[in-house]
């Protein structure tokens, strides 16, 4: 576990001493900025004409949800974002070792795979939980100008961490399979649109093989979150993709043992 | 210190390295001469744990490279072809991280960074971030690295490459030093690197070592002998006895029994003596058979062809 941390520590502070780790957070919160923005407008556009037809007709005003219409399409965007934005941070984590030779100091070093993999993934995903901190801002200005509901945005953001930890997990374990950064990061964000939409396949794959797909779809188990639900099966489905991606990492590394030249 | 036996290591239809057995006692500072491609950094990398030998055993301080791999690497110190290092981090930083994944507590790291430090002359670049230093100080770097957790074994893969005249002897001296504390093996393609830095050296070509002998005796090897093998059916001691006695022969050495019912033998000669002749007189007055006589082709003397005897010159 101490190997882990100081595997950890010195990944997270090589992520803020370059320039990545800030582009990454300034052009992620640049998009979720413009997105947030435009759902909002368009929210309060059509809270103002539903508004004004109500006087019109002389009737109550249609109930309108702040959650249901505006936030709930937002994590939803913030979520296909993330696809392209997790493989910038993780694409690193054993790519660069490799192409700079540190991985013989790591390799050769009294530590285990496991603890490098634990380490550096967990670094990826404090700084992904960072640029995910990042988002809160816009969040709280609803809570200056409406009633938006606590519960679903928390639920949401617990939906977001656990996407994330998915995402990275599988970065991590892709950037173990070359020593070139771009690659990695490139196979990484296919993949992950892979896992996006299979869910869409599940109409004409047939029953059996369309609720696999559909099940295995990252994305539809984060819209549950998104919702405002919590259900088991869905964390469990994250939690079980996560430890089964950071398992094939340490297998990738334990493998490239016997085939290193 | 150091137990190496049969150990033979193929990349798919290569083999890098061929039954290689030797052994390197604590305090030792032996030199692995070889060109390029012999197989140094394989058989390094086998050492420190970095990749499996396809066959053969080698141990460090009694514990098996293989099977208990976390017991040796915690006695290694390992600085490979190119140093490992995080380019971003300072120099501190860097061998505190080093440090603490090679099991240091953080007291003792407070006191062994400045002395490694000290041991390789970066004190002053403590502070420095490791892109801005220039070759010299990163392989010093590389060096303190491998010391940071005094480790009873250092193995040191060309660590004077690509240096100036100026920094390649500091580091020779640097090395010297370790000797008597540390057992140290360290790989090179210069021969002069070797007799000044090493008090045996093994000489590997083609994954095959050639050569294996202190120093000195290998450069007088080198400086003046041809051999000739010879297989002599007698009585071993007498055979050898009287072969020596010869004129112009230098040394004699039994060699395993060839396929007769004689004994090999290789004889050592002075330069451009042909004892052959009277190696012939010799046995057939005695009585004995010869079975085979054959001039040994100088493996050692062809791989010292392909070595930089040489300093490679700075270009100005």
């Known amino acids: 576990m101490r190997n882990t941390w100081i595997i950890f520590r010195r990944e997270l502070r090589s992520y803020f001493s370059s320039p990545l780790a800030y582009a990454v957070m300034a052009g992620f919160l640049l998009i979720a900025g413009f997105f947030f923005y435009a759902i909002l407008t368009s929210f309060l556009n059509t809270a103002m004409r539903s508004e004004m037809q109500a006087q019109y007709y002389r009737m109550a005003p249609p109930p309108i949800n702040v959650n249901l219409m505006a936030l709930r399409p937002f994590f939803h965007n913030l979520a296909v974002v993330l696809i392209f934005t997790v493989p910038l941070i993780t694409m690193r984590l054993y790519a660069e070792e490799f192409r700079n030779g540190t991985i013989e100091l790591l390799a050769t070093s009294p530590l285990r795979n496991w603890e490098t993999v634990l380490g550096k993934s967990l670094a990826a995903f404090v700084l992904y939980a960072s640029l995910i901190a990042g988002t809160l801002v816009y969040v709280a200005v609803l809570f200056f100008s409406g009633k938006p509901e606590p519960g679903q945005i928390f639920t949401s953001y617990v939906g977001l961490l656990l996407l994330g930890g998915a995402f990275v997990a599988v970065g991590t374990f892709l950037s173990t399979l070359t020593e070139n950064q771009i690659v990695a990061g490139f196979l990484t964000i296919i993949l992950l649109l892979l896992f996006w939409v299979v869910g869409w396949a599940d109409e004409f794959a047939g029953p059996a093989v369309g609720s696999v797909l559909a099940y295995v779809s990252l994305l539809s188990h984060f819209d549950e979150f998104a919702k405002g639900v919590i259900d088991l099966k869905d964390v469990v489905l994250y939690l079980s993709f996560i430890g089964f991606f950071l398992f094939l990492t340490h297998l990738s590394l334990e493998s490239k043992r016997w085939r290193t030249r | ?316």
């Open chain 2, 1 to 316: 210190m150091i137990e190496i036996s049969h150990l033979t290591k193929v990349y798919g239809t290569k083999t890098a390295v061929q039954d290689i057995t030797f052994s390197v006692d604590r305090g030792e500072i032996l030199g692995f001469l070889g060109p390029n491609a012999a197989g140094k950094t394989t058989t390094m990398r086998i050492l420190t744990c970095y990749m499996p030998a396809t066959s053969g055993r080698a141990s460090i301080a009694g514990f098996d490279v293989f099977g208990q791999s976390m017991e040796v690497r915690r006695r290694i110190g390992y600085l490979p072809e190119n140093p490992p290092l995080y380019s971003e981090m300072t120099v501190e930083k860097y061998l505190e991280f080093v440090g603490g994944i090679k099991g240091l507590d953080r007291r003792l790291l407070k006191t062994r960074v400045p002395e490694v430090m000290e041991k390789t002359s970066i004190r002053s670049e403590a502070g420095r971030i490791i892109r801005h230093l220039s070759k010299g100080y990163r392989q010093r770097v590389g060096i303190a690295q491998a010391l940071i957790h005094n480790p009873d074994v250092l193995i040191l893969d060309e660590p004077t490459v690509g240096l100036d005249p100026k920094q390649i002897i500091e580091v020779r001296e640097l090395i010297k030093g370790l000797g008597g504390d540390h057992t140290v093996i360290l790989s090179t393609h210069i021969l002069p690197e070797v007799s000044m830095t090493c008090g045996r050296v093994i000489i590997i070509n083609e994954g095959r070592i050639v050569a294996s002998d202190t120093t000195e005796n290998l450069t007088r090897r080198l400086m003046g002998s041809d051999n000739l093998y010879a297989e002599v059916e007698g009585p071993e001691e007498a055979v050898e006895t009287r072969i020596r006695a010869l004129g112009g022969v230098t040394a004699v050495s039994r060699q395993k029994t060839g396929k007769g019912r004689g004994n090999g033998y290789l004889i050592e000669t002075e330069i451009g003596r042909d004892v052959r002749r009277d190696l012939a007189a010799l046995v057939v007055g005695q009585g004995w058979g010869l079975l085979e006589m054959r001039p040994v082709g100088m493996s050692l003397e062809e791989v010292f062809l392909h070595l930089t005897t040489r300093e490679e010159e700075v270009p100005a």
